[in-house]
């Protein structure tokens, strides 16, 4: 049996925005029920479209809008990125020198106050003042090495570095055999007397020993 073409359902229309709630119905002839449903189903939508549109502003307010630049500075040779070697033999160029120097200085830090060291040994006073110098140093200039390397002013940023492996390795050592309890204190003379400037100690006599 042939349907008759009057009554056919129309064709499942292609997805579009949110405008076809608002369509007229086509110009096909479709039951009661049918009629009913599409009605019911675009005042769903429709009541959709209206609830995102007023809640739209608020809802994008709630975010806040950045923009990153895609220009990067142009390579200088010898300067930042553009460096390419140290001049030093056995030391390659490290464009991530700065920030290591702040993980390595601060795990000396780290170190020294979780040991038993005390706060007035002087070799503690010195290694934390030379640490929290360098840090500040680094993280006020983390893409400035060339600056890092004036403030600091001991060598390459990549010399930074090795020096504080050094300082740990020295850090070890001096935990290890306690070393705080084997100085002691001396008296230091200023502005000693130039014609009395050997103290105690004959050194006539000493030079007569050794001879």
Known sequence: QQKNPAYEDPPTPKPRRLAHAFAPLPKRKMSTARIALVHFARGVAARRATNLLNRAPSSLST????????????????????????????????????????????????????????????YRIDVEKICRYRIKAAQENLDDPEKVEELCNCGQVEELVIQ????????????????????????????????????????????????
């Open 63 to 122: 975010f806040s809008c950045r923009s990153f630049s895609t220009e990067e500075a142009p390579l200088v040779p010898g300067i930042g990125k553009g460096k390419t070697s140290t001049g030093l033999v056995g030391i390659p160029v490290d464009h991530e020198a700065v920030p290591k120097m702040i993980v390595k200085y601060q795990a000396i830090l780290d170190k020294i106050a979780a040991s038993d060291m005390p706060e007035d040994a002087q």
């Open 164 to 211: 504080a492996d050094n300082e740990m390795e020295c850090l070890d050592m001096y935990l290890e055999n306690r070393v705080w309890e084997l100085t002691k204190d001396v008296d230091i003379e200023y502005n000693p007397d130039p014609e009395d400037d050997h103290g105690d100690i004959d050194w006539t006599d000493s030079q007569k020993t050794s001879s």
